[in-house]
C-alpha cells in the first residue's frame, strides 16, 4: 500500500519544521548562554567548578585570572577568599575578603565570609563581630545550605549556619577559658563549604 503524496510532503514539512526550530532553539540557547557573560566571567565559573571539586589551589588560579580580566568581579574576589580559607592561607584571605568589602561596603553577606576567615584562623572575637554584622543585615546568612544543594552534594545533616555558629561562640565565651571549646578540627575539616 503506498502513501498518497500529499502525506508524504506533509510528513517531510512537518520533519524539517521540526528540525529547523530545534536548531533556532539550540542556537538561541547558545547565544543566550555565552552572551551575558562580561569580563573575567568563565574564569569565575570554570574556578567555581574546580572549588567546588575540593581543587583549591587551581580555583585559586582561575579566580586570579579572572580578576586579571576585570579587577573589580566580586564574585571573583570572593571565590578567591573561600579557596585561600580552605587552603589556611588566611592572611590572603582577608586581603581578598578585604577588596569585596571595599567594593561592597553594604554587603553584609560579606562580612559572614570575613567572619568565616577569623573563624577558621582562631581568631574567634573578631568573627563574631563579623557574624554579628551578618546576621543583623543579611538574612541569607541565617538560611544556610539550600535543601537543592545538599542534595546535589550529598549532604545528609544540615550544616550550621553562621547565626548557629554565633550563638554557639557566645555560648562558649560565657565559659571560663580553660572549659571553652572553639574549634574541633576533626569535625570542622568534614564540612564541606559551599557557596551561596
Not at 562580612?111 to 584562623?121: L, M, Q
Not at 541565617?142 to 549532604?155: A, I
Not at 561562640?169 to 572553639?182: C, D, F, S, T, W
Amino acid at each position: 500500500m503506498s502513501v498518497p503524496r500529499s502525506e508524504d510532503a506533509t510528513y517531510r514539512f512537518l520533519v524539517w519544521t521540526a528540525l529547523a526550530g530545534g536548531l533556532v532553539l539550540f542556537g538561541y540557547l547558545i547565544y543566550d548562554h555565552y552572551a551575558h557573560f562580561g569580563p573575567g566571567d568563565v574564569k569565575y565559573i570554570d574556578a567555581n567548578n574546580l572549588f567546588m571539586d575540593g581543587e583549591y589551589e587551581h580555583a585559586a588560579t582561575f579566580y586570579n585570572d579572572a580578576l586579571r580580566q576585570n579587577p573589580r568581579h566580586v564574585f571573583a574576589l570572593r571565590g578567591l577568599a573561600n579557596a585561600y580559607t580552605q587552603m589556611k592561607r588566611f592572611d590572603e584571605a582577608l586581603t581578598a575578603i578585604a577588596a569585596v568589602i571595599r567594593l561592597e561596603p553594604e554587603n553584609a553577606c560579606n562580612y559572614a565570609t570575613e567572619g568565616v576567615i577569623y573563624d577558621r584562623s582562631g581568631r574567634h572575637e573578631k568573627a563574631m563581630a563579623d557574624y554579628q554584622r551578618a546576621v543583623d543585615g543579611c538574612p541569607a546568612a541565617t538560611k544556610g545550605m539550600h535543601w537543592l544543594d545538599r542534595l546535589l552534594y550529598n549532604v545528609h545533616e544540615r550544616p550550621p549556619t553562621v547565626a548557629d555558629r554565633l550563638a554557639y561562640l557566645k555560648a562558649q565565651m560565657r565559659l571560663p577559658a580553660g572549659e571553652r571549646v572553639l574549634s574541633v578540627p576533626e569535625v570542622d575539616e568534614q564540612q564541606r563549604p559551599y557557596k551561596r
